[in-house]
């Protein structure tokens, strides 16, 4: 029996500019979010993997139940970026639970 999802789902709220789009710009250069979706693209996947699941929850957008989801074959390369961003900052503490994550995929 495959375990029930073990973490929270974060909403993720994002703000629009003038014209009712999201500044992709703006959120992509932005620290905090960056932080977020790497730590939440980690965490669902993490949590897929533990509950057998084909598709990985990263967040929900603004509490709408529309949730942003990244299937199984794309699990590895968004873990290897979370993992190249991770060796860039020289946090290297965190690398081995994405590195354990990829061999369970492989």
Not at 30 to 46: L, M, P
Not at 47 to 63: G, Q
């Amino acid at each position: 029996m495959a375990k029930k999802i073990t973490r929270p789902i974060p909403s993720m709220v994002v703000n629009v500019i003038g014209n009712g789009r999201p500044d992709i710009k703006a959120l992509c250069s932005n620290e905090v979010f960056v932080k977020a979706v790497f730590k939440e693209t980690v965490a669902g996947i993490k949590d897929a993997i533990d509950n057998k699941k084909k598709t990985a929850i990263l967040f929900e957008l603004d509490s709408s139940e529309n949730f942003i989801e990244i299937n199984k074959n794309q699990w590895i390369p968004a873990l290897q970026t979370c993992l190249d961003k991770l060796i860039e900052n020289e946090k290297y503490e965190e690398c081995a639970q994405i590195k354990e994550l990829i061999s369970k995929i492989k």
